[in-house]
């Protein structure tokens, strides 16, 4: 068997089945010229990772293109670990966690606390969604080794490892700011820290409740990009007389705590008595609206008259990606979609192919990815994510409460449920599209906008009756979770409802 070293204590056990060779300069994540490229560069560095090395993996003609008993070594100093980030051709992106860790024989390892990490490349994969002896290669990473033919990438990604996992989980998001946001003017200024005027008297107040992995920016920017959007918004800021976010932890806190946070923001901003209240909520923040309205303001502020709220893409019944087993999938299916949804934008706008908007969301998944990558599954205790686990206990109190229903506000709902057409004018490739199709199928259920199981975001339990209207999209139309507010029929159905 033949082992290649690409560099920097990498080294490629070819298993006799494949090629390797360096990446060349325009294809490496550093590649300037190459804005989709220079920008994800951009989010990793931010994320802490290091590229240690960048090669190519292609089919030996005589042989077939196989992986065979191929494996990547990596040898990482002291508090350092390392994950795989895998490409097929820009199409589809994939993490490689490793397998084990050792003194490993080769590399000319010291007694100074140094070890080799080995990634497998080998063998068919398990089937998408099921545990297997090689579950650390991630359920993307199969489709891009063992069914895909032509050109992979593979980047090397070191970076600093904590030593517990609360440090961890606090490192995810450690640097993402919280606070209260306005949406008064332009998208530059949707930032926390900025000076807000307190809302106008009279008038309704708007608020808002962005995703995961994401901010105000990052869910609602989207609304700026279109005609219909900008319409919306222009009708918001005139009616209402305030346009209100919290940006706010998804990870490391609960939506309990980002509730009471908003809250506190609000009352500090000055929420004037009997305020007329409506409300967008998208994935995860439809729990921080829900904590925020159905038990924070009934306890105290009743005076608050809850009149609307809309739920986009929305985890009221929560979501199985939340669970751990399903962490690498969770990581796979979110780098594709925040992708897909930035080269949407650049379609729509003929900007960049890696959109900034992206740009925290790809720095906080590969933060997350550090976690998947050192901490075992029996130890993964993510507070942001636990609250979106189907029995979870926000889901579980909020969908079961008791008590009157009567003052809640309208419930209206966006829903997509997403199927493969083959096209790429979406974001996706038809690879992409192919894969991540079937594996939220398996994990989530055959109903799904690759993140959340279509039922779940109009499970609303004791409160059903609530909801009174639905915008629900059909199959065929390319709605995924990341670009709901991309589609002009989505703003359109905001300016009628609110």
Known sequence: MATISVGNGVEVDTGGRIQVRRATPDLGLRAAEVPERAALAEALTEAGFEVAAEFELRDKPDVGFTTGAASVSVRVGPGESAVLLVENAGELFAWGYPETSGPGPGLGLAGDGARVLTFSLAGAAPALGVAGPLRRRGPIMGWVMDKLIGRVLVHVLRFVAEKTIDLTVRKIEGDNVSGLVSLAEGVKTWIPGRPIEKPEAGKPILLLAHGT???????????????????????????????????????????????????????????????????????????????????????????????????????NGGTNLAEPDNWEALADVYTNAILGGARLLALLTGGGALAPLAVLGIKTLGRFVQTIAEVGITERRVPGLAAMEPDGTTVTALNGASGDVGRLAEYMAVTSNFEPRFQPRNGLSEIAQAALDKLTDDLIGPENDLVVHTPSMTAFGTRQSRLKDTLAIGTGEDVYHTVYFAQEAVAKRLSGWL
Do not use: M
């Open 213 to 315: 992995f994401s901010s105000t920016v990052g869910t609602y920017g989207q609304l700026a990009k279109h005609d219909a959007g900008r319409a919306f918004l222009d009708k918001a800021r005139a009616q209402y007389g305030a346009v209100l976010s919290w940006d706010h932890k998804t990870l490391a806190e609960t939506p309990e705590q980002n509730a009471e946070a908003f809250l506190e923001g609000l009352e500090r901003l000055g929420l004037p008595q009997g305020a007329t209240v409506d409300a967008i909520a998208f994935s995860r923040g439809a729990l921080v609206y829900r904590v925020l309205a159905e038990q924070l303001l009934a306890q105290r502020r009743p005076d608050i008259k809850l009149r609307r709220a809309v739920f986009v893409g929305c985890t």
